[in-house]
């Protein structure tokens, strides 16, 4: 039996904090038993309290990343997180059309904190030509309210949204349901062919969850990378980030999720 690591890639933004960004996804690779590369959109100064400023790459530095690991790696599976700007995605969409690596998008456009994290004009370039490209989409309602046009308030308007974005798009969404003021989560992943299904978990409010969809992203696309279905991929991504919540790391006096919980 070969003993050959699968490989998963990141197309993200750097997190200096560590929580979120390409070091979370990193780090949910590691724990999800596959080899992480990565290739830099931008970098940014920022701690769990917010982003100070982003420093945006060269798209073409970007596409000499993306050739250099594909030249060598064999990639089972990529995510994408914080690409900023048009020329960015632009870039990551031709790469990955040429590719055709299974592809997680985490479609990142605003903090918690409040910093804008995908400039306006970029919205409908991700909308037009990186969202038709992947295998699944990870909004927040936030993020669902920006694809859509309206923020579901409750489970059974995200299995809608759900619906009518993977209609729209052709590819599967996990429409995430931590913004909903509920102690039980729900996030409902909604096929084109019309399959729903809803992931359960409990809220932990002692956890800050800086970086929770990043973590998830990754470990979707981690679990792809093996050879997982899409279902199973996803059911294994959501148990590895409420175990990574439960867990928690105490840092400062805070906690965080904790990267790698304890098997």
Do not use: W
Request: charged share 15%; proline share 5%; net charge negative.
């Amino acid at each position: 039996m070969s003993d050959e690591k699968a490989v998963a890639l990141t197309i993200a933004t750097s997190d200096s904090g560590g929580g979120a960004g390409v070091q979370a996804d990193l780090k949910a690779f590691a724990a999800n038993g596959v080899y992480g590369v990565s290739a830099f959109a931008a970098l940014t100064a920022q701690n769990p309290d917010g982003v100070s400023a982003i420093h945006e790459l060269p798209a073409d530095f970007l596409r000499a990343q993306l050739d250099q690991l594909r030249a060598y790696y064999c990639i089972g599976a990529a995510k994408t997180g914080m690409l900023f700007s048009e020329p960015l995605i632009r870039e990551t969409a031709d790469f990955i059309r040429e590719t055709r690596i299974p592809l997680v998008v985490d479609p990142v456009m605003v903090a918690t904190s409040g910093a804008t994290l995908l400039q306006p004009e970029a919205i409908e370039t991700l909308k037009n030509t990186l969202l038709p490209l992947a295998t699944l989409v990870t909004p927040n309602l936030d993020e669902t309210a920006v694809l859509l046009g309206e923020r579901p308030g409750c489970v059974e308007a995200m299995e809608e949204a759900g619906h009518a974005l993977s209609i729209a798009y052709g590819v599967a969404f996990l429409i995430k349901g931590g913004h909903l003021e509920t102690d039980q989560l729900v996030d409902v992943l909604v096929t084109p062919e019309g399959e729903v299904q809803r992931f359960l978990s409990t809220r932990n409010p002692d956890i800050n969850t800086h970086g929770s969809g990043c973590i998830l992203s990754a470990a979707i696309a981690a679990g792809l990378s093996k050879g997982q279905s899409l279902p199973e991929a996803v059911a294994h991504g959501h148990a590895y980030l409420q175990a990574a919540i439960d867990a928690g790391l105490n840092i400062g006096g805070t906690h965080f999720i904790q990267h790698f919980p304890a098997k």
